[in-house]
Structures are given as structure tokens and as C-alpha cells.
């Protein structure tokens, strides 16, 4: 573990807990009894998990790249459930402890604070139902993205409101100031997301100069900036991009960079997948365009020391490594590398001719691993699993550096077979895909 | 194999915080192992409407949200008692948070409580009839 990565652990474990701790200091209220008062700081604690969900998705480059981005909105997937289930705690002790102090639940009757409290954990229970079974309950992703962020952004505020309404606990101006300053800090950071950061999008267009069909359903999509200077990235980072939109309505996507940093020019390869994607090779060339990146960790440049690169790739997850092939080819790398691309059939392999290319000039081993290969096919079949690793990789792989991207049964059998292989895990190098 | 971490980070956070809600509660003063019952006064016949009529008031206002009678309602301020502490016109100043108690109470309190002054003298007078009897 970094310095920095246990810097941020630290900022994250303060932002949960000293909300808490405050409670403590000072002069304490009276008591109510140990589960009136356990029930109350669950409370307490269930509303600052919720607040640090909006500093763990502003997509705050510093306190993100220790971990990859990836990983940070895959935790704030895991807190945001548990912190829902502390508020369920709470209100449900409450309703079988106390059943008089609600006040009923007619909001005409009921105290407003209560309502408030109480709108904010359907609110709360609907965005993470609607977030944990998205694709399922068929929400499209555009959709859901707003209505996530709004309905959010609405039980955080009502749960604020609940808290400053029936607040025993801040009968002092310290523990007041230091709630309502925590308060306001989630409200700018909603600020921040949805009208700073678009703002600053905004003033930073990029517009479409290619649009370029590949192999298996993928296209090159570049990007060339307006006024501006670009973007620095690592290769193997990806970026959110909006085509057409403005940064505002917030109709953006996560993509892999595909081309190699140093260039105005920015490439992305995409594949036709769903409902923004299956329409991508009809982007109008000069469309405008609003680039936020570059994101993620999974890149050779965090590992430059490494005695070679084995790249394991499958279907969409060629982008980043295209990227990282291009660079190494730029920069005319001497080491030795590796790129198990697993695919149907080889037709469909998308950068195949420019994988070849790229091997005849840097000293990379390019294996095509085909489940469906013809019957003629005299390489790989199947998986990449451990088999076909052993019989390609030296007896020296743990000096190698693993990137390992493509849909996540892939990436499971390739760490399990890595790991059977005596390849220490701190190499294996992998993205999380699907952040929705 | 980043996402085992993640997972466990996030348990871990929710555990630290059930352990220290539950150790923070043990140290707040308990006031409120209530009484099983609450004893009350024998009530002169004259007087049992008036005091149910406090009674209804009692519910219809929601005053459990912040007080508690035998052990119902919020435990952080149990009524308990409060008919032999208070005489008839304590109980009214407190329960309208009148200016010779306002200052006994946090400014947010008084303000909620002097909201109740709206409930008009006879309510009033059937509230404090039906608090007199918390012995």
C-alpha cells in the first residue's frame, strides 16, 4: 500500500467516523436508554455513509488514482448498500421500540422532520434497487444515470433536514457547526459534480474527426481538441465521453483510450453493446464532443519497471490494451511482451492487422485464443487459462507485469490461472468494467 | 483481486460503525429505564373528562415524539413523575415554553413549545389536568 492511497483511507475513515465522534464531545444530551441512543447513531452514522458516496463518485482525480476509479465507484456500490441497511436499522428500532414517537405516518399529522426522514429512505431504497438491478428491471443507462444523481442528491438533502428538525444530539454549537459544515460540503461537492465540473467541461470541446469501422463490432471514434491543448493520459486510462451533448445533460459514457499518448488526436474504441453504443457508427464527423479523463490506474506506466508486459485481452477489453501496444511500439520498447487475445473466431478479433504490425516491430508474442476457431485452426482453443499461459510464458513470469481486460469470467479464470502459475497477485493488473 | 478489499472495507466500515454506535450509546446517561407502569393519581370524577380530554391532546399533538409516559414514546424526556415535581402552573409554562422556563431549554425547544400556546386555554388546561396526574 502507497502513501497516498493510505492518506486517502484515512480522509475516508475521518469523513465516516468524526461526524460520529463529535456526538461524543462536549456535554452529552440526556440519554434515552441504549436503544434509543443506538438507534439515533445509527442514524447519525447511516447519513454520513450516505454523504461519502458523493465524495467517493465526484471523481476527484488525486483521492481516486491510488485505487483506480473502477474500484472506488465498485466500493461505493458495496458502502451505499451498507449504509442504507444502518437506516433501516435505525428506523427500525425506532417502529418497534418506540411506536408512539414517529408521530403516524399521515404527513399531515406527522412532524415534518419526520416525513422528510421518512421520503429520504424510500428515496434512498429506490436508488439502490434501481441501481443493483438496473439491467434487469431494464432501466436504460442514460435514464437511470440522472435519476440516480436527482434522486440522491433529494434524500440526502431530506435526510439533512431530518437530522437538523429532530436533532438532540447537536445541543452544541461545536457539534451544530461541525454537522452543518459536513452538511455543506456534500452539497458542494453535488455542485461540483453537476455544475462545475460540466462547466469546466464545456470550456474544453473536443469535436469528432474519424469515425472508423473495426473488426467484431468495434469503432475507432477520434477525437481532436478545440482550442486547447488535449488531454495527458497514461496509456491504458480510460474517460468519460459525451458526443453531441452538452456536459450538462450529463449523457456520458466511460470509455477506454485505444490510441497512444503525445498526440492532440484522442482515440476510443467502442464496441457495439447496447443502447448508446449500437448507434456509435453513426456519430457525424465535427460533432462536438466533451472528453473527462483521463481515469483509472490499469496502465503500464504505473509499472515501469517490469521485465516485460503480458497483456490478456477478450472482446471490448482490446481497447486499453491497444493503447498500452501502441505506446510500447512508439517508444520502441526492447522488452519482451505478450498479448493473449481471446476471441470467438479470428475474424472478428478487432486491431488484428495493426497487433501484427505492432509485433513485427517490438518483441511482442501475440497468441489468439479462439473458442470457436475453424477446423483447419492450428493455434489456441478455448479459454486463456492456465494451459495455455504455461506454454507461452517463461519460467521467470513473476518479473512480468499482468494487464488483464475483458468481460469478468475472463478476467476470474485468467487471475485464478496467474495465480496457479506462482504469479504473485500484486502483478496482476485488472479494470472493472461494468461501473453501472 | 482489488474488489475482496474493497468488499472487506466496506463490511469493516459498517461493523466499526455498529461497535461504536452501540459503545457510544453506553456511555449517554441512561434516564430512561422507565417505570413499567406509571403511577397516577386517584382523579376526583369531577375531573376524569378533563383529563382524558389532556390525554387525547397528548396523542393528537404527537408529544411522544419527544416525551415519553411509562416507557411509550421518546425516552430522552419521560414525563414520569412530572404531576408530583410541577405544580398546575409549571406544567403550563413548560408545556408552552413560557418566558420564566424558556430559558431552561435550548431556544429551538422554547420555539417548538411556544407553538403550542395555538392550542387555546381549554386544550391547555385539559393538557396540564392530564399531567398533573403523572405521579
Known amino acids: 500500500m502507497t502513501r497516498s492511497s493510505l492518506t486517502w483511507l484515512l480522509v475516508y475513515l475521518a469523513l465516516v467516523f468524526v461526524p460520529l465522534l463529535v456526538l461524543m464531545t462536549g456535554d452529552l444530551p440526556r440519554g434515552g436508554g441504549f436503544w434509543w441512543d443506538f438507534s439515533m447513531l445509527l442514524g447519525y452514522a447511516g447519513l454520513s455513509m450516505m454523504g461519502v458516496q458523493f465524495a467517493l463518485t465526484a471523481r476527484f482525480r488525486r483521492a481516486t488514482a491510488p485505487f483506480g476509479i473502477d474500484l472506488i465507484y465498485y466500493f461505493h456500490r458495496y458502502l451505499a448498500v451498507i449504509g442504507f441497511l444502518l437506516i433501516l436499522l435505525h428506523v427500525a428500532i425506532v417502529a418497534v421500540v418506540f411506536p408512539q414517537v414517529g408521530g403516524g405516518l399521515d404527513p399531515r399529522s406527522a412532524p415534518w422532520y419526520m416525513t422528510a426522514g421518512r421520503v429520504a429512505v424510500v428515496l434512498f431504497g429506490v436508488v439502490i434497487v434501481s441501481s443493483l438491478w438496473r439491467k434487469p428491471l431494464r432501466i436504460e443507462y442514460d435514464a437511470w444515470r440522472l435519476w440516480h444523481g436527482l434522486l440522491s442528491s433529494v434524500a440526502l438533502l431530506l435526510s439533512v433536514a431530518h437530522v437538523v428538525g ?29 455544475l462545475v465540473r460540466p462547466w469546466l467541461s464545456l470550456r474544453r470541446p473536443w469535436r469528432v474527426v474519424e469515425v472508423r469501422k473495426e473488426a467484431g463490432r468495434t469503432w475507432s471514434i477520434a477525437v481532436e481538441p478545440t482550442g486547447h491543448d488535449g488531454m495527458d493520459f497514461h496509456p491504458g486510462q480510460f474517460a468519460w465521453l459525451s458526443l453531441g451533448r452538452s456536459p450538462y445533460a450529463l449523457k456520458e459514457h466511460p470509455f477506454s483510450i485505444a490510441s497512444a499518448p503525445g498526440a492532440r488526436r484522442l482515440e476510443f474504441a467502442i464496441k457495439e453493446l447496447g443502447d448508446f453504443t449500437n448507434r456509435i457508427g453513426q456519430t457525424p464527423l465535427d460533432q462536438v464532443a466533451y472528453v473527462d479523463g483521463p481515469y483509472g490506474n490499469f496502465s503500464i506506466d504505473r509499472h515501469p519497471r517490469a521485465a516485460g508486459y503480458v497483456f490478456i485481452a477478450g472482446g471490448v477489453g482490446a481497447a486499453p490494451v491497444m493503447s498500452m501496444l501502441r505506446t510500447l511500439a512508439a517508444r520502441s520498447d526492447t522488452r519482451r511482451h505478450w498479448l493473449f487475445y481471446g476471441n470467438r473466431v479470428l475474424e472478428i478479433a478487432a486491431f488484428r492487422e495493426e497487433i501484427q504490425a505492432i509485433a513485427g516491430r517490438i518483441r511482442l508474442e501475440v497468441v489468439h485464443v479462439l473458442t470457436e476457431p475453424p477446423p483447419d485452426w492450428q493455434g489456441e482453443r478455448g479459454f486463456v487459462d492456465r494451459e495455455v499461459l504455461m506454454r507461452h510464458l517463461p519460467a521467470d513470469r513473476s518479473e512480468l507485469d499482468y494487464f488483464v481486460c475483458g468481460p469478468t469470467p475472463m478476467i476470474r479464470l485468467a487471475e485464478r490461472s496467474l495465480r496457479a502459475l506462482g504469479v504473485p497477485l500484486s502483478r496482476v493488473h485488472s479494470e472493472i468494467f461494468d461501473l453501472a | ?103 431552561r431549554m435550548s431556544r429551538r425547544t422554547a420555539m417548538m413549545k411556544q407553538g403550542y400556546a395555538d392550542l387555546g386555554e381549554t386544550d391547555l388546561d385539559a393538557l396540564v389536568a392530564f399531567l398533573a396526574t403523572l405521579r
Open chain 1, 166 to 194: 429532530s436533532a438532540h444530539y447537536l445541543n452544541e454549537p461545536l457539534k451544530r457547526w461541525v454537522w452543518m459544515a459536513l452538511a455543506l460540503f456534500w452539497l458542494l461537492l453535488i455542485a461540483h459534480v453537476r
Open chain 2, 1 to 103: 483481486m482489488r474488489e475482496p478489499w474493497a468488499r472487506r472495507l466496506a463490511i469493516l466500515t459498517g461493523v466499526l460503525v455498529l461497535g461504536l454506535s452501540a459503545l457510544i450509546a453506553t456511555r449517554f446517561e441512561a434516564s430512561a429505564d422507565a417505570p413499567a407502569a406509571a403511577a397516577t393519581r386517584p382523579v376526583p370524577a369531577a375531573d376524569l373528562e378533563q383529563v382524558a380530554r389532556g390525554a387525547e391532546v397528548f396523542a393528537r399533538e404527537g408529544c411522544a415524539g419527544c416525551h415519553s409516559i411509562a416507557g411509550d414514546g421518546n425516552p430522552r424526556n419521560p414525563l414520569d413523575g412530572v404531576g408530583a415535581r410541577l405544580g398546575a402552573d409549571e406544567l403550563l409554562h413548560w408545556t408552552v415554553g413560557a418566558p420564566e422556563v424558556a430559558d
